[in-house]
Antibody, heavy 121, light 110 residues
Framework: QVQLQQSGPGLVKASQTLSLTCAISGDSVSSNSGAWNWIRQSPSRGLEWLGR?????????DYAVSVKSRITVNPDTSKNQLSLQLNSVTPEDTAVYYC???????????WGQGTTVTVSS | QSVLTQPPSVSAAPGQKVTISCSGS????????VSWYQQVPGTAPKLLVYDNDKRPSGIPGRFSGSKSGTSATLGITGLQTGDEADYYC???????????FGTGTKVTVL
């Protein structure tokens, strides 16, 4: 079955870049029928979809308006994983970050374990 | 802040039924498929329903989804103590070109 394993630092200083990776097993980041998402959760913002990457003969990305100027989601086909970079973080970016696989139409059926990221001022 | 509105909490006795509403608009629920997620505190969300009313394999028939216009509903029958969790709806918003989640509903089994 498909499994997602997240990795990355749990503490980031304000104004720096938050970087996380999500290793995929049991499926391909280049799948022509799926999508790979980043989602975060905090008490103040609830569940918040951040962005996704997917492959349909070429790579596509979609990003939430709230983070569009600061976010990059990239696939790494050599390692079969995806990454999240969020620039210029503030304490408001403190949250549990999840990667998840699936299209909204089909539901996100597989999730990573979550990474708690704290932004220190 | 979320474009999808859910009641903060619902509750019922064991064996009873609860329904959770998810209210949106024509740019999201009105023309896109809705999915529902269950989240036990401290764990990742789990997909319960996709494409408005379909259940992934392994999800019991006690969980059901429906959609009408710009609203969707999750129903849970035969309520069990293990159903105590937070529940979220989600869909794509064509105006935002982004995914959106509901505000979340806490289910309490009395």
């Amino acid at each position: 079955q498909v499994q997602l394993q997240q990795s990355g630092p749990g503490l980031v200083k304000a104004s720096q870049t938050l970087s996380l990776t999500c290793a995929i097993s049991g499926d391909s980041v280049s799948s022509n029928s799926g999508a790979w998402n980043w989602i975060r959760q905090s008490p103040s913002r609830g569940l918040e979809w951040l962005g996704r990457t997917y492959y349909r003969s070429k790579w596509y990305n979609d990003y939430a308006v709230s983070v569009k100027s600061r976010i990059t989601v990239n696939p790494d086909t050599s390692k079969n994983q995806l990454s999240l970079q969020l620039n210029s973080v503030t304490p408001e970016d403190t949250a549990v970050y999840y990667c998840a696989g699936g299209l909204w139409r089909d539901g996100m059926g597989v999730w990573g374990q979550g990474t708690t990221v704290t932004v220190s001022s | 802040q979320s474009v999808l509105t859910q009641p903060p909490s619902v509750s019922a006795a064991p064996g009873q039924k609860v329904t959770i509403s998810c209210s949106g608009s024509s740019s999201n629920i009105g023309n896109k498929e809705v999915s529902w997620y269950q989240q036990v505190p401290g764990t990742a969300p789990k997909l319960l329903v996709y494409d408005n009313d379909k259940r992934p394999s392994g999800i019991p028939g006690r969980f059901s989804g429906s959609k009408s216009g710009t609203s969707a509903t999750l129903g849970i029958t035969g309520l069990q103590t293990g159903d105590e969790a937070d529940y979220y709806c989600g869909t794509w918003d064509t105006s935002l070109s982004a995914g959106v989640f509901g505000t979340g509903t806490k289910v309490t089994v009395l």
